[in-house]
């Protein structure tokens, strides 16, 4: 399996507080994802990072932001929690290399906003 | 900007029936195209994978999948279904090049499978 590891795997949070979800890699890739995962809805990029400091936003950005200072790690922070946010997320790295770009995934974080 | 679109929210087959999910990609140029599945609770792993030559690929767990530019599609297959394939899948898009590492995911097929 690939190595990354997302932290909390479980959180349940009150509404309008800030909330920050972990991504980390031991495999040097250089594409990072955060993905949010509802009912009928499939998983949705929220934002994205294809090096230290380089971030890009996705389809359902607003609301949350991210830093990556380390090629290893990927934060992912809702500034002040709301109830649509609840959802599971997911982390995904890809490697940068012609025959070589698939995505691996981490385990998910489940996340409630009450 | 790039799209899928999975027209069926959810398929029932019997076991040992042939299988075939649809995806249709919208991209501009030569896409990335993946098929992934996803099992109740866990993550999504990578069934097949296209980027050029071949136009069927095959993957694991006996799937293929076929990628036709003039339908803009790339539907996965299975001959015989077995009840394991149970499970969510997923057909994606992605782009390749410094900023423009984008990977966009249909919104899913649900499978169930009668014995």
């Known amino acids: 399996d690939a190595g990354i590891t997302q932290s909390p795997r479980h959180k349940v949070t009150e509404t309008g507080t800030p909330v920050t979800l972990r991504c980390h890699q031991t495999?040097?890739?250089?594409?990072m994802y955060w993905y949010r995962q509802d009912p009928g809805h499939g998983l949705r990029l929220i934002h994205y990072?294809?090096?230290?400091?380089?971030?890009d936003k996705g389809e359902v950005s607003d609301g949350y932001s991210v830093s990556r200072s380390k090629t290893e790690d990927f934060l992912l922070t809702l500034e002040s929690a709301t109830s649509s946010q609840t959802s599971v997320y997911f982390c995904a790295i890809r490697q940068q290399g012609m025959g070589d770009t698939e995505a691996f995934f981490g385990q998910g974080t489940r996340l409630t906003v009450v | 900007a790039q799209s899928v679109t999975q027209p069926d929210i959810h398929i029932t087959v019997s076991e040992g029936a042939s299988l075939e999910l649809r995806c249709n990609y919208s991209y501009g140029a030569t896409p990335y195209l993946f098929w992934y599945v996803q099992s109740p609770g866990q993550g999504l792993q990578l069934l097949l994978k296209y980027f050029s030559g071949d136009t069927l690929v095959q993957g694991i767990k006996g799937f293929e999948a076929e990628f036709k530019r003039s339908q803009s599609s790339f539907n996965l297959r299975k001959p015989s279904v077995h009840w394991s394939d149970a499970a969510e899948y997923f057909c994606?898009?992605?782009?390749?090049?410094?900023?423009?590492?984008?990977?966009?995911f249909g919104k899913g097929t649900k499978l169930s499978v009668k014995p």
């Open positions: 990072s294809y090096g230290v400091k380089d971030t």
């Open positions: 994606a898009v992605g782009s390749y090049g410094g900023s423009q590492g984008n990977l966009i």
């Open positions: 495999e040097n890739h250089r594409y």
